[in-house]
């Protein structure tokens, strides 16, 4: 299940490595929004109390006296790990940062799983939607939790599993009360293991059971557009396989001759650095991708990887954007345009310009996210919480095209178009009317404001 993203090229290994007095992993980088939102940098675990100063050794004196007086001589019962989690919670929360958060032992590790893009389990995306379709928290009448896509050649799909299905128990235990978080948790497990969904679909009920397997997110779709005159690639996350299959669906367009791309990134969250630097490489031949910009002032490049296969500007590209357009998508559409490679059609994009460093915590208790420093384009301009603007504005209209979606309709998708008319050089079109956006009849009063 899918939830609703050192040097940023690697991931990191499952055992630590020392370094001085502290263990370090290796570190990773990852851009993404929601529930997953995460930047990655530098990972530090532990290290000694060498080097603080007394005000900072005095504060981990009281937080460890608090902690022990609660566990030793609280009348009434206590969980230590919940006290500890209760803890690091709460100091998180009050710095009041939307990407700041703590995360339990669990969640750490199945974020990471997602950052991967391969994980154990059923391999079936759900979300908790209310009666009008939008997100809610936690699972209740009102509340459900709805499966949105089975991976193709998942066990979910194995098993039956349809999108659509409303998931109502695991393990003939009910959700109600859960979160999504909490889900993951219950679903996911090793390979070979089991595991019962308990289900309603069109007013019957019904229990699958399906094996859990090693699962390969799927996240970059290709197609032609316009009798094979245009390549497309969407990219829905930018997790660890999504580089190379890019470059797969990239690879194919050009060796079919095809000089006109669009690339989609629309209600794209965002994912792994690494990922969207490769992809980035592809289409430009130097310089910087994007600039990090810490609280000293001090800047960073992170450049291209100088082995692109289209770097030849005579690939034109478009690329699709919209207000679900976050981090690692605006790093790779804001590299495209301040590069003069792609033009960006669609609407202004999200704006998270934040970088977040990951720390595991020691002792199984999970772990930390903290924003640290901000990312800039490749022209050093911040997009934090103003975004990217597109070359060529277009509100949404009709359903958005899918490439892994056999019924979908391209002539449906406005922006999609007018995408298609811009590589094409045609006029581009204009929205259809609605019946109360148009004109009133001859005598009828003006519509009132």
């Known amino acids: 299940m899918s939830v609703p993203p050192g040097s940023p090229d690697q991931l990191p290994e499952p055992e630590p490595q020392r370094e001085g007095g502290s263990v370090a992993l290796t570190a990773i980088v990852l851009l993404a929004l929601g529930a997953g939102a995460v930047f990655w940098a530098g990972l530090t675990l532990g290290g000694s109390t060498t080097g603080r100063d007394a005000q900072e050794q005095a504060a981990i004196e009281a937080f460890t006296q608090a902690y022990r007086s609660i566990a030793d001589d609280f009348i009434g019962a206590t969980v230590p790990e919940q006290v500890l989690e209760g803890a690091l919670e709460g100091m998180v929360e009050t710095l009041d940062d939307p990407y700041s958060d703590y995360m339990s032992a669990a969640e750490f590790d199945a974020r990471l799983d997602d950052a991967y893009g391969e994980f154990e389990g059923v391999g079936a995306e759900m979300d908790t939607v209310d009666v009008d379709g939008q997100p809610c928290e936690p699972i209740e009448d009102e509340c459900q ?43 996911r497990g090793p390979r070979g293991s089991e595991v019962e969904l308990g289900l309603e679909r069109a007013g019957e009920e019904l229990a699958i059971a399906i094996t859990r397997d090693t699962v390969a997110l799927d996240d970059v779709f290709g197609a032609t557009l316009a009798d094979g005159a245009i390549g497309y690639v969407a990219i829905d996350n930018f997790t660890g396989n999504a580089a190379a299959d890019f470059e797969d669906e990239l690879e194919t367009h050009l060796e079919a ?33 994007f600039w990090e910009e810490y609280a000293d002032g001090s800047l960073i490049s992170v450049d291209v990887t100088g082995d692109g296969i289209a770097t030849d500007p005579e690939l034109d590209i478009v690329m699709l954007v919209n207000g679900g357009s976050a981090s690692a998508s605006e790093i790779l559409a804001g590299a495209l345009q301040d590069a003069g490679r792609a033009r960006l059609v669609g609407e202004v994009t999200f704006g998270k310009g934040s970088v977040q460093e990951w720390n595991e915590l020691p002792g199984d208790t999970g772990g930390l996210r903290l924003s640290v420093a901000r990312w800039l384009t490749r022209d050093q301009n911040s997009i934090d919480g103003v975004g990217l603007s597109p070359d060529v504005l277009v509100e949404p209209e009709g359903a958005r095209f899918r490439a892994d979606d056999p019924t979908a309709d391209p002539a449906a998708d406005l922006q999609l178009q007018t995408a298609i008319a811009l590589l094409l050089d045609e006029p581009l079109p204009s ?7 148009s004109l009133p009849a001859e005598g009828s009063p003006e519509p009132s404001s």
């Open 257 to 289: 001759g095809i000089d006109q791309l669009i690339i989609d990134v629309r209600d794209d969250p965002g994912g792994l650095v690494d990922a969207t630097v490769e992809i980035s490489s592809q289409f430009i031949e130097d310089g910087a991708v």
């Open 431 to 437: 929205p259809q009317p609605s019946p109360s956006s």
């Open 145 to 187: 939790l709805q499966v949105m896509r089975v991976i193709d050649g998942a066990p979910a799909q194995d098993a039956g599993l349809l999108a659509g299905d409303i998931v109502v128990s695991v393990d003939d235990t009910s959700l109600e009360g859960n979160t999504i978080g909490d889900v993951i948790e219950l679903i």
